[in-house]
């Protein structure tokens, strides 16, 4: 009897990424939050678009949920919310 596993090997590649991450933001919290956001700017601005981009970035900002702490977390997620809604109206009607 064979068993096959689905994705085994792209759930433990995410699972090692997501620790990663949150070790580097326990590390140094405002560094991880100021590269978060200078790529998230590259993305408003369209010197780095692309939806693969943006996919990983929005992966890799909620993988540090609970990361920060609880004021840290909210004020940088209201930037994130406010810059990605402004991308929305940017590309609204767009692909």
């Known amino acids: 009897v064979r068993e096959t ?3 085994t ?3 433990a590649q995410y699972k090692t990424m997501r620790e990663t ?4 933001t326990h590390l140094n919290c405002d ?7 200078v790529k998230l700017t590259a993305q408003v601005n369209g010197t780095q678009w692309s939806w693969n981009n943006l996919n990983t970035l929005c992966w890799a900002i909620g993988s540090i949920s ?9 004020r940088f997620l209201v ?3 406010k810059d990605l809604l402004g991308l929305c109206e940017q590309k609204k009607g767009k692909d």
């Open 5 to 7: 596993t689905k994705d």
């Open 9 to 11: 090997d792209v759930i």
């Open 21 to 24: 991450l949150v070790f580097l």
């Open 31 to 37: 560094d991880t939050e100021s590269i978060m956001l």
């Open 66 to 74: 609970g990361a920060m702490s609880e004021d840290e977390e909210k």
């Open 79 to 81: 930037t994130v919310i």
